[in-house]
């Protein structure tokens, strides 16, 4: 029977009380310290705040669309109840938010991170993240991991004047890395914080180890890891990959509901008022067991499942060598002229300042991470109309044959 655990009466009545008092710590971000590229912009007013502005930026991006059409672990199947990205990022801005507000955090702020840290990531899940850095990797030395991708697309692609917070934060939410407790980092200007951009396009380690430079940023981190933990659980028995009683009781549940109650009580008991964010080692633990679970279950039989390796792989790499062909030889009738570079210069770029002028394995790479899973297959079969790849979708009633 599910447990659900409940704030503790001592910390519930403290909160209700500071609450309508005003009386509690303030350990949020202040709005008011606010670090953007270009100061003299983006000045907040009484009805559209620093963070707000960049929630409006982020939700307007062209790619902010693409989340619906991209995998969250499950490629290839036709059916609307499966998780897509653009459902992963809500989640965890809800979760986010009900953590940051309990702990009377930027709820702003926190909205900003949730909404853009995965709006970098390509189609096909982590499977396609590894492919394009791979090949990324091949042509350049350089790495491509989707939270640096995120802010690039906001801070370079579209140069939307994205303030330092929220960049950091979109950059440091690696929820593949889980801590048991999070201390932000200070982070004051941008000149540090490109070098450290830099550096983990070099180093893919030291792009693991990037932490928050706000406790907003922390709340977002865990909250990653909460809302798949579940999430992809049931998508998993959902597409019948594995059986519901393959998952064993933990201290924090085995069902979506239990996972994400325990976890947000025990944060926001362990975290209230603190300038850090917590989980205590019982429910860190289960945690992690939970997440291996979830490794050896779900994710490495969900990428074989499809045969991207198969597809999804050797047509990745037709794609990359054959628009970097197209940039070299200026063919202005490739597709990543007519449908990224040209949409992208149009909105942002003077004839200064030309998108076009990035190094061409870049300009690749960018609108690979760009494509929705549906457009990539599209594309290929545009481009190579006689290749012989065998992608098969599972479709609404394939189970009913």
Not at 122 to 146: C, I, N, Q, V, W
Request: charge should be negative; aromatic fraction near 12%.
């Amino acid at each position: 029977m599910p447990k659900y655990e409940l704030l503790s009466q001592a910390l519930s009545d403290q909160i209700e009380y500071e609450t309508q008092t005003g009386s509690y710590l303030r350990v949020g971000f202040d709005s008011n310290h606010v670090i953007r590229r270009r100061s003299e912009t983006d000045r907040a007013n009484v009805w559209r705040k620093p963070f707000i502005r960049d929630i409006d930026k982020i939700m307007h991006c062209p790619f902010f669309n693409r989340y619906a059409d991209k995998t969250q672990v499950f490629s290839l199947y036709k059916n609307d109840d499966m998780t897509r990205r653009n459902l992963h990022v809500q989640l965890v801005s809800r979760i986010s938010r009900t953590i940051g507000s309990a702990l009377h955090l930027n709820l702003d702020l926190i909205e900003a991170i949730a909404l853009g840290h995965d709006i970098g990531h390509p189609a096909f899940a982590h499977t396609g993240e590894k492919y394009l850095d791979e090949l990324f990797f091949k042509h350049t030395g350089r790495r491509f991991l989707h939270n640096i991708q995120s802010v690039r697309v906001l801070d370079k692609i579209y140069p939307y004047n994205i303030s330092l917070q929220t960049l950091n934060d979109i950059a440091a939410h690696n929820g593949e890395i889980e801590l048991n407790e999070y201390r932000p980092v200070k982070l004051t200007d941008f000149d540090e914080f490109d070098r450290m951009m830099e550096r983990c396009a070099l180093d893919r380690s030291y792009a693991d180890h990037l932490m928050p430079c706000t406790l907003e940023g922390a709340v977002v981190r865990i909250a990653d890891i909460i809302a798949y933990l579940g999430k992809d659980r049931q998508d998993a028995i959902r597409a019948k990959t594995v059986a519901e009683e393959e998952f064993t009781d933990g201290e924090i549940g085995s069902i979506n509901a239990e996972i994400i109650n325990n976890l947000v009580v025990n944060i926001i008991e362990n975290s209230y008022g603190k300038p850090y964010i917590k989980l205590d080692d019982k429910h860190f633990s289960a945690l992690r067991k939970a997440k291996r679970q979830n490794y050896e279950k779900i994710y490495d039989r969900a990428a074989s499942y499809a045969k991207l390796d198969q597809t999804v792989k050797p047509m990745m790499a037709d794609l990359y060598g054959q628009l970097l062909e197209d940039l070299r030889l200026d063919n202005r009738k490739s597709p990543i002229f007519t449908h990224h570079i040209y949409p992208v210069s149009r909105s942002f770029y003077s004839r200064t300042e030309a998108y076009e002028e990035t190094e061409p394995n870049q300009l690749v790479v960018d609108y690979i991470a760009s494509m929705t899973d549906n457009y990539f297959i599209e594309l290929h079969h545009f481009l190579f109309p006689n290749a012989d790849y065998n992608v098969v979708y599972r479709g609404y009633f394939d189970d009913e044959a």
